[in-house]
């Protein structure tokens, strides 16, 4: 059997095989962020195609950090009912979830939440709109936030929840000194850009103890000037899995890195797939807890490769499943054709609009075969 298709275990969280889907806003919840019928079904697709763990889309643990429309919200306790749901239709295919807990500080969008946006420091010509600095009580009560929203997630039914540091969101604002100008014990030395890591994982625990799997997606490199680097982030890591996290989603790149971006566009050779490699196989010597690798693997050849030549332990997509929710279940069954997706970012646009996600080019595609017919 390939390594790829072996059962291993999260603190306790079965997986069948070693296929992640990575955290995907969907833009299916309603305007308030709650579930929605599609949403369930969109996610009950990915467990009956064969996916081990899904990573759902960035839930804003307040009503302040949330970036998108019809993003799904876990900062309220009515949430909950619609959360099992979509927990419950994945569990029975099979499938476990994580619920991804979000906070997009300077990157959220004021006119969708009534206030400013948060961040750790006031940064020029990063948004058009007024933001406002975290003062150390806006610290406490965002790492309250997310200690309620995991409660929330178990309370849900979850498997487990993943931090969201990673992609110039909130959290890897404080780790980058681009965004974290801070004087006061939340800036400056990485020992400090780090503390509301430390606090938030330690309220994550108090309220779901040390059984319950608890993730985070963290920036390898931030990769425009004066951002977060390797070393740094490495270091990071190992300050986080020694207060407890139970595995790393490398991913790297902000809205700002250009070609660098967490979602890099054309990639039609194999030497463009798994481009956090080399990064996720720092981050597996410095730690001894799981690292999961994201950021476009395409095809089963490459994927055996980073497992077996120990890069990475899992191995987690996004884009391939939004064309091909089937996709592990295609390569399980001996096709070994790598994914369909062309990694043209199209995917976005019917997101942005409110319409929700679908592969923009697979309809063309099918729009096309059905006019030739
Ligand atoms: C439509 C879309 C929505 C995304 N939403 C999220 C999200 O909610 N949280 C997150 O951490 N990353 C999000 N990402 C980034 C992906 O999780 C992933 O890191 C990136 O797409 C690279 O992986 P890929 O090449 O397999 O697509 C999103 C990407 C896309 C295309």
Not at 31 to 44: F, H, K, M, N, R
Not at 222 to 239: H, T
Not at 258 to 287: C, H, L, N, T, W
Request: aromatic share 6%; proline share 4%.
């Amino acid at each position: 059997m390939s390594i790829l298709f072996q059962p291993t275990a999260i603190n306790g969280m079965h997986l069948r095989n070693r296929f992640v889907r990575s955290a995907t806003w969907e833009g299916l919840a309603t305007e308030e962020g709650v579930v929605t019928d599609p949403l369930i079904d969109t996610l009950a697709r990915l467990a009956d195609g064969g996916v081990g763990l899904i990573v759902s889309g960035h839930a804003y643990v307040t009503k302040q950090g949330q970036a998108g429309c019809r993003q799904l919200g876990i900062n309220e306790d009515d949430r909950v009912g619609g959360l099992r749901k979509m927990v419950d239709a994945v569990h029975a295919k099979g499938g476990a979830i994580v619920a991804q807990l979000a906070h997009s500080g300077i990157f959220a969008d004021p006119d969708r939440t009534g206030y400013p946006p948060l961040a750790p420091s006031r940064v020029e010509k990063v948004t058009q709109h007024p933001v406002r600095e975290m003062s150390e009580t806006d610290i406490r009560d965002t790492v309250a936030a997310f200690g309620r929203a995991a409660d929330r997630a178990q309370a849900a039914g979850f498997d487990g929840v993943q931090v969201h540091s990673a992609h110039g969101y909130l959290l890897s604002q404080f780790l980058s000194p681009f965004f974290n100008h801070r004087h006061d014990h939340y800036g400056g030395e990485l020992e400090n850009r780090v503390r509301i890591h430390l606090e938030i994982i330690e309220s994550i625990r108090e309220g779901v103890g040390k059984n319950y799997p608890v993730l985070i997606k963290m920036n390898a490199g931030d990769f425009i000037d004066g951002g977060l680097e390797r070393d740094d982030a490495v270091l990071a890591a190992r300050m986080l899995a020694a207060r407890g996290v139970d595995a790393i989603e490398v991913s790297g790149g902000t809205a700002l890195s250009g070609r660098k971006s967490p979602i890099r566009m054309g990639i039609r050779r194999q030497a463009d797939e798994a481009y956090f490699k080399d990064a996720a196989a720092a981050f597996k010597s410095a730690v001894d807890i799981p690292v999961i690798l994201v950021g476009g693997i395409r095809s089963i050849d490459v994927a055996e490769k980073i497992v077996a030549e120990k890069s990475a332990d899992y191995i987690s997509m996004c884009r391939p499943f939004i064309r091909e929710p089937g996709l592990v279940k295609r390569w399980q069954s001996g096709d070994r054709t790598p994914a369909a997706c062309r990694s043209d970012n199209l995917c976005f646009g019917p997101t942005r609009e409110g319409r929700g996600l679908y592969c923009v080019t697979a309809e063309r595609e099918r729009k096309k075969q059905s006019r030739q017919r």
